[in-house]
């Protein structure tokens, strides 16, 4: 499966594409690039959050090239998947002209939280390791039980 055609195209999807659909889209780069087109977008882009390169590069995916996108710019892109990882972005997110098959996955978001550094970095690394466990999943955990 390394042609492009063969590979599934997901879309990871979250509220403001600086956390967790920038560590989705990190993992299925690093984990499946022989059968995942990984992207990822936001309802309202705020930018890549520094805390979530810092414990990617703790854990060896460098993203520090990512940037933080618009939904609307991938409008063009046909998705087998569009994966929702906040509730916003669930209730938010847009129907695609192209069949896509939608999945909605919560994860907890560390963005808000307040604590020391160390309390916050733990949390982004917590973030981190749930959905790596999750991409390790895919793309079989995409598929709709028959």
Not at 5 to 14: A, T
Not at 33 to 51: C, F, K, L, T
Not at 116 to 138: H, N, Q, W
Request: hydrophobic share 35%; aromatic share 8%.
């Amino acid at each position: 499966m390394s042609e492009t055609k063969d590979k599934i195209k997901v879309l990871f999807l979250c509220t403001g594409n600086s956390c967790h659909s920038q560590i989705a889209e990190g993992w299925a780069k690093h984990l499946k690039p022989d059968v995942i087109e990984a992207y990822s977008a936001g309802i309202y882009p705020v930018g890549v959050n520094p805390r979530t390169i810092k414990v990617m590069a703790e854990a060896g995916v460098d993203i520090s090239s990512h940037t933080s996108k618009h939904i609307d710019t991938l409008r063009d892109v046909t998705f087998n998947y569009v994966v929702t990882l906040c509730d916003n972005a669930r209730e938010q997110c847009p129907i695609f002209p192209r069949p896509t098959e939608y999945m909605h996955r919560l994860f907890a978001d560390p963005s808000f939280m307040s604590g020391s550094e160390d309390e916050i970095l733990a949390a982004f690394r917590t973030l981190r390791d749930d959905i790596k466990a999750f991409v390790e999943t895919m793309p079989e955990s995409l598929e709709k039980p028959a």
